[in-house]
């Protein structure tokens, strides 16, 4: 079973400019989450999709920060513009199912994030 | 609101056990995770416990007591392959989410 895979792998930008990030979950997978890790830190949830739908966005700097799934597949995170705080590893991770609790997260190699 | 501690950094030896532990106080509780992430690398799933108690798996293991907000991973017959950090994850708050700690960082020493 191939896992969630991401690309870039590595993006490195100047302030103010703008990035995208990709992300294709696990076959099946109804539930989609994007996750920031900024180094020595663990993963912060940026937003969580259920198919095409937004569970929760409550921690996304919706000023900078979008993200869509159109078709429940795919998925795209953007930030325009880049700040220098920014600067982290982009996680995405998918689930079966809406979590209720206990459902595994299985995540991809991430975006590595260098805001210059 | 949502607190999750666990040592920084831990050193052990190869053949040894180790014992990570992590408190937690979060609003609502729906099951605990233990991932590991190897530097540059993904998180991946290492346990899931949802009731009190110990659950086995191979060379690991993970404990769970609710009513003290506390787990803990022991790794067994350490390997210099067991190097990584070891996440604290639990499933809570009012939107119930996954939320981590900021991990433990371990390593194994010949």
């Known amino acids: 079973e191939a896992g969630v895979a991401q690309s870039p792998r590595y993006k490195i930008i100047e302030k103010r400019q703008s990035v995208a990030f990709w992300c294709n979950p696990i076959s099946g997978h109804a539930t989609l989450y994007w996750y920031q890790q900024i180094l020595g830190q663990g993963p912060k949830l940026l937003i969580q999709?259920?198919?095409?739908?937004?569970?929760?966005d409550s921690q996304l700097p919706k000023d900078r920060f979008s993200a869509e799934r159109l078709k429940g597949v795919d998925s795209t995170l953007k930030i325009q513009p880049a700040k220098l705080e920014d600067s982290a590893v982009y996680l995405c991770?998918?689930?079966?199912?809406?979590?209720?609790?206990?459902?595994?997260?299985?995540f991809g190699p991430g975006t590595r994030l260098l805001v210059l | 609101g949502q607190n999750i501690d666990q040592p920084t950094e831990m050193t052990a030896t190869e053949g040894a056990i180790v014992q990570i532990n992590c408190t937690y106080q979060t609003s609502g509780f729906n099951g605990l995770f233990w991932y590991q992430q190897h530097a540059g690398e993904a998180p991946t799933f290492l346990s899931y416990?949802?009731?009190?108690g110990l659950e086995e798996k191979g060379r690991f293991s993970s404990f769970l007591s609710r009513s003290k907000g506390y787990s803990y991973l022991l790794l067994k017959e350490l390997q210099m392959k067991d190097s990584a950090s070891y996440l604290c994850?639990?499933?809570?708050?009012?939107?119930?989410?996954?939320?981590f700690g900021t991990g433990t960082l371990l390593a194994v020493q010949p």
């Open positions: 991770a998918s689930s079966l199912e809406k979590p209720t609790g206990g459902e595994t997260q299985y």
């Open positions: 416990n949802v009731l009190d």
């Open positions: 994850a639990v499933y809570g708050g009012a939107t119930n989410k996954l939320i």
């Open positions: 999709f259920q198919n095409n739908g937004v569970v929760d």
